[in-house]
């Protein structure tokens, strides 16, 4: 089993849709926790960080659950510069070290 | 501010030679982490220096090395290469504070061994 798995995608959705990715981990020493972007064939880029409380930062909410070792990613009213890969990572210390990326979930958002 | 750069940004070399791919991080950071990206795939951590030590490593060969320079910057070198090298092959930038340190990609070196 992979220590960081995700819904293999891809979706398609139209416009203005709500879309929510799912992410789980093994590793349950695990830390620190986020969703990165990646066009395509571009560098990630960070999207949040997630954290046990739950966190908002416009159309995207992330939650974090210790218990079930599970992240997810809930974007609202989808636009479509929102497509991309949207890649889960888990880092395993409290220092944002040895990052560990799930395989990425294709967002395709259609007109 | 100069976001994490690297160099070169297109790379193709054939099996058995050896390369040295190069990354200057954000200003302001000091530690450098370098990933493996294959097609289709999320990156695989390779390293990460500090201080010019290399400070954590992920499951990889001895074939790949790392060097992290005063200023900085960090060079990847890798060793006989192999066909299944073939990736993109991005740095990241982080300031160690103690604390959980985000991530900063630069724009990565593809590399394709023939």
């Known amino acids: 089993r992979k220590e960081v798995e995700q819904d293999p995608g891809p979706f398609n959705v139209p416009e203005g849709a709500t879309v929510a990715f799912n992410c789980t981990y093994s590793n349950s020493a695990s830390q620190s926790f986020f969703w990165y972007r990646q066009d395509c064939r571009k560098e990630p880029k960070l999207l949040m960080s997630?954290?046990?409380s739950g966190n908002e930062d416009g159309r995207f909410t992330a939650q974090l659950n210790r218990a079930s070792q599970y992240i997810s990613l809930l974007i609202r009213d989808s636009k479509l510069s929102d497509s991309a890969t949207y890649l889960c990572?888990?880092?395993?210390?409290?220092?944002?070290?040895?990052?560990?990326f799930g395989p990425g979930t294709r967002l395709s958002v259609l007109p | 501010d100069a976001g994490v750069t690297q160099s070169p940004t297109h790379l193709i070399k054939t099996r058995g030679q050896q390369v040295t791919l190069r990354c200057s991080p954000k200003?302001?950071?000091?530690?450098v982490s370098w990933y493996q990206q294959a097609l289709g795939q999320g990156p695989q951590f390779i390293f990460q220096?500090?201080?010019?030590?290399?400070?954590q490593r992920g499951n990889f060969p001895d074939r790949f090395s790392g060097h992290q320079f005063p200023n900085y910057s960090s060079e990847l070198n890798v060793n006989a290469l192999l066909l299944g090298d073939s990736a993109l092959y991005l740095c990241?930038?982080?300031?160690?504070?103690?604390?959980?340190?985000?991530?900063?990609f630069g724009p990565g070196t593809r590399l394709l061994v023939l």
């Open positions: 220096y500090y201080e010019e030590e290399e400070r």
């Open positions: 990241a930038s982080s300031l160690a504070r103690g604390g959980v340190e985000t991530q900063y």
């Open positions: 990572v888990v880092s395993r210390d409290n220092y944002g070290q040895n990052f560990v």
């Open positions: 997630v954290y046990s």
């Open positions: 200003s302001g950071h000091d530690t």
